[in-house]
């Protein structure tokens, strides 16, 4: 009688430890949360001139934005950037000396040693940059020239 109690016991706590952990991920679902990404690399450049410091963002449908660094030529290389239409934004506030001294100055002039170039700040948000770009599987150049 004991062993058929305990034998009972075990099989409730076997299938109430069964119940209680979240459902299993089959594969497939699994494959639908794989993103696509490509790689992808550019020069930007501001009026035919090279942008020496700043970033190049890619904003995707869903997700966060994919920030990348500007080389002091223009150059930006990124990998893992999502597959599909995405905004780009760029940017050079953040390398703007005269901003991180004094605060958020809008119109101090560069210090002459620094990189920094001034660009229109619609270039930095989304839905004024007026810059989008279609992303593919594998490597790509995207040479960005804003005006």
Same mark, same amino acid.
């Given at each position: 009688?004991?062993?058929?109690?305990?034998?009972?016991?075990?099989?409730?706590?076997?299938?109430?430890?069964?119940?209680?952990?979240?459902?299993?991920?089959?594969?497939?679902?699994?494959?639908?949360?794989? +993103? =696509? /990404?490509?790689? &992808?690399?550019?020069?930007?450049?501001?009026? %035919?001139?090279?942008?020496? #410091?700043?970033?190049?963002?890619?904003?995707?449908?869903?997700?966060?934005?994919?920030?990348?660094?500007?080389?002091?030529?223009?150059?930006?290389?990124?990998?893992?950037?999502?597959?599909?239409?995405?905004?780009?934004? +760029? =940017? /050079?506030?953040? &390398?703007?000396?005269?901003?991180?001294?004094? %605060?958020?100055?809008?119109? #101090?002039?560069?210090?002459?040693?620094?990189?920094?170039?001034?660009?229109?700040?619609?270039?930095?948000?989304?839905?004024?940059?007026?810059?989008?770009?279609?992303?593919?599987?594998?490597?790509?150049?995207?040479?960005?020239?804003?005006?």
């Amino acid at each position: 009688m004991r062993t058929t109690l305990r034998t009972m016991l075990l099989g409730l706590l076997g299938i109430a430890a069964a119940t209680a952990l979240p459902s299993r991920t089959t594969w497939a679902q699994k494959q639908e949360k794989v +993103v =696509e /990404t490509g790689l &992808v690399e550019g020069h930007v450049t501001y009026k %035919g001139k090279p942008l020496e #410091a700043g970033t190049i963002q890619f904003h995707p449908e869903k997700g966060k934005p994919i920030i990348l660094k500007l080389q002091a030529d223009g150059v930006y290389k990124g990998k893992d950037v999502p597959v599909g239409e995405v905004r780009v934004t +760029v =940017e /050079t506030e953040s &390398v703007n000396p005269a901003r991180a001294k004094d %605060g958020d100055k809008k119109d #101090a002039a560069p210090a002459k040693d620094t990189k920094y170039q001034p660009i229109p700040v619609k270039f930095a948000k989304p839905d004024t940059s007026g810059l989008i770009a279609e992303v593919k599987k594998g490597k790509q150049t995207l040479d960005i020239d804003l005006q």
